[in-house]
């Protein structure tokens, strides 16, 4: 069955950097986007940016240009977010998620989601 | 950016009643708008693509209209598993943008 499978809860001290992973199967894993959203406790939804899996194109929100990078394995089938100089405030639930042509028939499938907890 | 304003933030509803969310861009963004339910400790779970669109497997009770500025999801009999919290997207450009989200409880 299609499935996102993210790496396990971490934390981190601020100025730290994270790295989560998202492994896909299921499906072909070229042909769809994937997306990276976030959400801080007891907050709304937080999209961060886009990552076409079959050239390694990327689109960020300008709020994380420059401190998160989207990278993916195709050999593996597996998408990494990477947050560098954490600050207490990305404290978060990240989630990837995929989609068909960038958004217009949504995001379908998620990950379980990736608690990332920045503290001193 | 687009900004999503959605409304209510949260409403209280019982059981089979129809229940209405809206949400509001700031600008015009066509069709491309998704709206997701999202049950605490869970990911979120599409609902509608399009605007318009029952995503497979989402019961048909759930309906979502709208184009340019304005779009609504419409839940037409509440179950006791729709007491959840609602959020729209908008995917018409990057970045991507949610609205605030709606609370939907149980009266």
């Known amino acids: 069955q299609v499935q996102l499978v993210q790496s396990g809860a971490e934390v981190k001290k601020p100025g730290a950097s994270v790295k989560v992973s998202c492994k896909a199967s299921?499906?072909?894993?070229?042909?769809?986007?994937m997306h990276w959203v976030r959400q801080a406790p007891g907050q709304g939804l937080e999209w961060m940016g886009i990552?076409?899996?079959?050239?390694?194109?990327?689109s960020y929100a300008q709020k994380f240009q420059g401190r998160v990078t989207l990278t993916r394995d195709t050999s593996t089938t597996t998408v990494y977010m990477e947050v560098s100089s954490l600050r207490f405030e990305d404290t978060a639930v990240y989630y990837c998620?995929?989609?068909?042509?960038?958004?217009?028939?949504?995001?379908?499938?998620w990950g379980q989601g990736t608690t990332v907890t920045v503290s001193s | 950016d687009i900004q999503m304003t959605q409304s209510p933030s949260s409403l209280s509803a019982s059981i089979r009643d129809r229940v209405t969310i809206t949400c509001r861009a700031n600008?015009?963004?066509?069709?491309?708008l998704n709206w997701y339910q999202q049950k605490p400790g869970k990911a979120p779970k599409l609902l509608i693509y399009?605007?318009?669109s029952l995503q497979s497997g989402v019961p048909s009770r759930f309906s979502g209209s709208g184009s340019g500025t304005v779009f609504t999801l419409t839940i037409s009999s509440l179950q006791p598993e729709d007491f959840a919290t609602y959020f729209c997207?908008?995917?018409?450009?990057?970045?991507?943008?949610f609205g605030q989200g709606s609370k939907l409880e149980i009266k």
């Open positions: 990552i076409n899996p079959s050239g390694g194109g990327t």
């Open positions: 997207l908008q995917t018409y450009t990057t970045p991507y943008t």
């Open positions: 299921g499906y072909t894993f070229i042909t769809y986007y």
């Open positions: 399009a605007a318009s």
């Open positions: 600008q015009s963004i066509t069709t491309y």
């Open positions: 998620a995929r989609s068909s042509g960038g958004g217009y028939y949504g995001m379908d499938v």
